[in-house]
């Protein structure tokens, strides 16, 4: 099955400065990931969608120029949150897919505090 | 628009019974439902899928019922344990497409 490695685990930023999140496919080629956030006690929502070598797409409510997405490579993907603010805390969490994969499989997850 | 329900927010069983968990869902068009469970501080676990075109799937101690005429889904956990005790969210593949569309999750509590 597919194996997907996310990181760090949590961060703690102050406000104002970028936290950059990785998720890396290890075992499959990963043509697209898909970038989530989490609030406690609630579902997870999806905040963009990123295909290897172009530009992601982000759901409605989500800004780009805050929440970078880079996906350079079929095994790397990037969540950067710029400028970030107390209610950028958060569980952010990735899922790959790829050619022949479902995209069942989920990151570990980064649990984000911004103080 | 499309949305993914759940009936019960909060579950409580005792250890050794059966738990069933529902969900009900809103786009026809979905081709896979799947079943994650969520343990705290981590991501979502794959427990069981099933394609639309089928409407019992089984696995290890979990059974995946879909009703198309009523678009709900059900997850059924045997003989409860312990670990099982998590968050357990159902997800709906729409479209045909890659994005998956998830319910407010249900908080399975297994008493001893």
């Known amino acids: 099955g597919a194996v997907v490695s996310q990181h760090p685990s949590w961060v703690i930023c102050k406000s104002g400065t970028s936290v950059k999140i990785e998720c890396r496919s290890l075992?499959?080629?990963?043509?697209?990931m898909f970038w989530y956030r989490q609030f406690p006690k609630q579902s997870l929502m999806l905040m963009a969608t990123s295909n290897e070598g172009s530009k992601a797409t982000y759901e409605q409510g989500v800004e780009k120029d805050k929440f970078l997405i880079n996906h350079a490579s079929l095994t790397l993907s990037t969540l950067t949150v710029t400028s970030a603010h107390p209610e950028d805390s958060s569980f952010y969490i990735c899922r790959v897919s790829g050619q022949g994969v479902l995209g069942y499989t989920f990151g570990s997850g980064t649990r984000l505090t911004v103080v | 628009g499309e949305s993914v329900g759940l009936h019960l927010p909060t579950l409580s069983v005792q250890e050794g019974d059966n738990s069933i968990i529902n969900c009900a869902y809103s786009n026809s068009a979905s081709d896979y439902f799947i079943w994650y469970k969520q343990e705290s501080g981590k991501g979502p676990q794959f427990i069981i899928d099933?394609?639309?075109?089928?409407d019992k799937r089984q696995g290890q101690r979990v059974t995946v019922l879909l009703n198309k005429t009523v678009k709900h889904l059900s997850l059924q956990i045997a003989a409860t344990q312990p670990g099982d005790s998590a968050v357990y969210f159902c997800?709906?593949?729409?479209?045909?497409?890659?994005?998956?569309?998830f319910g407010p999750g249900t908080r399975l509590s297994v008493l001893p």
């Open positions: 075992d499959f080629q990963a043509t697209t």
């Open positions: 099933i394609r639309s075109n089928m």
């Open positions: 997800a709906e593949r729409g479209n045909y497409g890659q994005n998956f569309v």
